[in-house]
């Protein structure tokens, strides 16, 4: 069977679904192929953290582009959860960040917070020196300092991935759950795409394959600078009554889910294999162990995912070969979940020649640390 698609997409996690609905809702015929089907790898792992910390003025492209994202969160889930029929829980509980002044590493990252607030002149949030109400009778320290910022929010990642899906699938996105059986071969403004029973001819090709999209990049003589960070979680039975999230030392965080709680995470780079292991028991477990001691650790439910880092930290959205068509979005690293939004909709300008709202040249993929021809 041979089909036709205006674009293709590799990747059915947040980033490729977000640039599918895109497409698919400026009239598009749009493709997504995955190998593991839709939302199963780091999109679905992550804890769903959107945290602004109220910045106003930015010291990078980066911090930028992820604050505005996270700003269009709302709106963005509207149209999703109109598209989709689903409702996409936006939590806005706030966020408690404790730093242990015991701990002479916590004071450390303290002192550089207190540095990021003050130059992107934050003010939508209270200190103190004691613990808040939640923590009472559950955590060990003694002197902290306590920051309450209570307009951060959290999203069901989850709920996210389901709903974008849905989203695709009305808006009349094709899926394949497959990888191409061959090399991708390019000619006259097409892209031949062969499956093990099909053939997809695309006008366009976008990357959004998370931190496989290394492999892709090799298959077509390219050499990407991009690692896999593995991070492992564990979800444990809520021990407080708020809808707030907790970070710890700025190392461990607390995310409410339902009548529970997402506890994580390690950072393991060069890793790819996607078990929850003793390291991941041992990097939580301790933590818990030292500064929540009471809480129950008795997991739910525990799993990994993997999170696609490049060389500069920064991700890569943008063109790999304006002529054949081929584009690429990922390298979102820690904050994926957070940069779908404005990624979806810059993507979608650049695929069709429009001016971008923000800047995407600091995330060029040709820039340097970026990519490299390996042949010809
Ligand atoms: C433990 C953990 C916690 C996190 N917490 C947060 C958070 O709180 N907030 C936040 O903003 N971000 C968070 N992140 C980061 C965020 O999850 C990622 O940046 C984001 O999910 C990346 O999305 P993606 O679509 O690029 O990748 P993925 O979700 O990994 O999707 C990539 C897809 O490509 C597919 N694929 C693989 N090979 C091929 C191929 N050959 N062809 C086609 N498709 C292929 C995969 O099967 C997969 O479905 C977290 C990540 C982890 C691991």
């Given at each position: 069977m041979s089909r036709s698609f205006d674009i293709a997409v590799a990747g059915a996690g947040v980033m490729g679904l977000a640039c599918a609905l895109e497409e698919a809702r400026r009239g598009r015929r749009v493709g997504v192929f995955d190998p593991a089907g839709t939302g199963s790898k780091a999109s679905s792992a992550a804890a769903g953290i959107l945290v602004t910390r109220d910045a106003h003025a930015f010291a990078s492209p980066f911090r930028e582009f992820y604050v505005r994202s996270i700003r269009r969160y709302p709106e963005w889930?509207?149209?999703?959860?109109?598209?989709?029929?689903?409702?996409?829980?936006?939590?806005?509980?706030?966020?408690?960040?404790?730093?242990?002044?015991?701990?002479?590493?916590?004071?450390?990252?303290?002192?550089?917070k207190q540095r990021q607030l003050e130059r992107e002149r934050a003010s939508d949030f209270t200190v103190t020196d004691t613990l808040p109400g939640i923590l009472e009778g559950h955590c060990r320290i003694r002197k902290a300092k306590a920051f309450h910022f209570p307009g951060e929010a959290y999203v069901q990642n989850r709920v996210l991935l389901e709903a974008l899906n849905q989203a695709c699938l009305k808006a009349g996105v094709a899926f394949l759950a497959e990888a191409?059986?061959?090399?991708?071969?390019?000619?006259?403004?097409?892209?031949?795409?062969?499956?093990?029973?099909?053939?997809?001819?695309?006008?366009?090709v976008l990357i959004a394959a998370g931190a496989w999209s290394v492999r892709l990049l090799e298959s077509l003589g390219l050499d990407a600078p991009m690692v896999s960070v593995k991070g492992q979680l564990i979800r444990i039975r809520k021990f407080h009554g708020s809808d707030a999230m907790i970070h710890l030392n700025d190392d461990l965080y607390l995310v409410p889910r339902g009548d529970s709680l997402v506890v994580g995470?390690?950072?393991?780079?060069?890793?790819?294999?996607?078990?929850?292991?003793?390291?991941?028991?041992?990097?939580?477990?301790?933590?818990?162990?030292?500064?929540?001691?009471?809480?129950?650790?008795?997991p739910l439910e525990r799993w990994a995912?993997?999170?696609?880092?490049?060389?500069?930290?920064?991700?890569?959205?943008?063109?790999?070969?304006?002529?054949?068509?081929?584009?690429?979005?990922?390298?979102?690293?820690?904050?994926?979940?957070?940069?779908?939004?404005?990624?979806?909709?810059s993507m979608s300008r650049l695929l069709h020649g429009e001016k971008t709202a923000v800047d995407l040249s600091p995330f060029n993929p040709w820039r340097r640390q970026g990519l490299t021809r390996t042949k010809a």
């Amino acid at each position: 069977m041979s089909r036709s698609f205006d674009i293709a997409v590799a990747g059915a996690g947040v980033m490729g679904l977000a640039c599918a609905l895109e497409e698919a809702r400026r009239g598009r015929r749009v493709g997504v192929f995955d190998p593991a089907g839709t939302g199963s790898k780091a999109s679905s792992a992550a804890a769903g953290i959107l945290v602004t910390r109220d910045a106003h003025a930015f010291a990078s492209p980066f911090r930028e582009f992820y604050v505005r994202s996270i700003r269009r969160y709302p709106e963005w889930l509207a149209g999703i959860s109109a598209a989709s029929g689903m409702e996409i829980p936006l939590h806005r509980g706030g966020d408690h960040l404790i730093f242990d002044l015991d701990d002479p590493a916590a004071v450390l990252r303290l002192e550089a917070k207190q540095r990021q607030l003050e130059r992107e002149r934050a003010s939508d949030f209270t200190v103190t020196d004691t613990l808040p109400g939640i923590l009472e009778g559950h955590c060990r320290i003694r002197k902290a300092k306590a920051f309450h910022f209570p307009g951060e929010a959290y999203v069901q990642n989850r709920v996210l991935l389901e709903a974008l899906n849905q989203a695709c699938l009305k808006a009349g996105v094709a899926f394949l759950a497959e990888a191409p059986s061959s090399p991708w071969e390019h000619g006259a403004g097409t892209t031949r795409l062969r499956f093990a029973a099909e053939e997809w001819d695309a006008g366009q090709v976008l990357i959004a394959a998370g931190a496989w999209s290394v492999r892709l990049l090799e298959s077509l003589g390219l050499d990407a600078p991009m690692v896999s960070v593995k991070g492992q979680l564990i979800r444990i039975r809520k021990f407080h009554g708020s809808d707030a999230m907790i970070h710890l030392n700025d190392d461990l965080y607390l995310v409410p889910r339902g009548d529970s709680l997402v506890v994580g995470a390690t950072t393991e780079p060069g890793i790819w294999d996607e078990e929850f292991n003793e390291k991941g028991e041992a990097h939580i477990g301790s933590r818990l162990d030292r500064l929540l001691p009471e809480v129950s650790r008795e997991p739910l439910e525990r799993w990994a995912g993997l999170r696609p880092r490049t060389r500069d930290r920064l991700p890569w959205m943008g063109w790999i070969d304006p002529e054949r068509g081929w584009a690429l979005c990922t390298g979102h690293y820690k904050c994926g979940i957070s940069m779908a939004p404005l990624a979806a909709e810059s993507m979608s300008r650049l695929l069709h020649g429009e001016k971008t709202a923000v800047d995407l040249s600091p995330f060029n993929p040709w820039r340097r640390q970026g990519l490299t021809r390996t042949k010809a």
